[in-house]
């Protein structure tokens, strides 16, 4: 299998949008490391640590974040969000027998607000209703894309400190 190809979905508003999406590889790693410290950004502004203490924080987070993410979910689809052939964000997604569960879902900053990420979560949600399966996110309390989730029917079942679980459902 080449991991570097084009995956298709059948996720028409995400290609409307001009979205693909294609396997990560070892090969992405600097990439999905700049992805999850894009998001990191507005959060460490405020910290008196200089650029070069930062980065190694971020590098520290993102390779213990992703060896979590691949211990713990390694049946998930781990994608390269792609747009015009421009690699813009990542998305992984854990397809369990009871719940589809987005693990992460982010864009580089000058790709957010775009309606990309609109596109691909309504997407999300009617294949997840196409299999009769809620969905559901982990969201820290501060993400703007908090809106975004409550807009498409989310609602938070469970407080977990930092991060509220958030499930979306067909019946909701």
Do not use: C
Request: glycine share 8%; hydrophobic share 45%.
């Amino acid at each position: 299998m080449n991991d570097s190809a084009p995956v298709a979905f059948g996720w028409a508003r995400a290609a409307g949008a001009g979205l693909t999406f294609r396997h990560v590889t070892d090969a992405d790693l600097p990439f999905l490391a700049r992805v999850y410290a894009s998001t990191r950004e507005e959060e460490l502004a405020a910290t008196p640590w200089s650029e070069a203490q930062k980065a190694q924080f971020l590098d520290m987070q993102f390779r213990a974040q992703h060896t979590d993410y691949r211990k713990n979910y390694p049946q998930a689809d781990w994608l390269v969000t792609m747009h015009g052939g421009e690699e813009i964000g990542r998305l992984y997604l854990g397809r369990w027998q009871a719940v589809h569960n987005v693990i992460d879902i982010a864009f580089l900053p000058q790709h957010r607000g775009k309606g990309f990420g609109t596109a691909l979560m309504l997407d999300l949600l009617d294949e997840a209703a196409a299999a009769g399966k809620p969905v559901s996110i982990h969201v820290e309390k501060f993400n703007p894309a908090m809106r975004l989730y409550r807009r498409l029917g989310f609602v938070t079942v469970e407080d977990q400190g930092v991060y509220d679980l958030m499930r979306w459902s067909n019946e909701s």
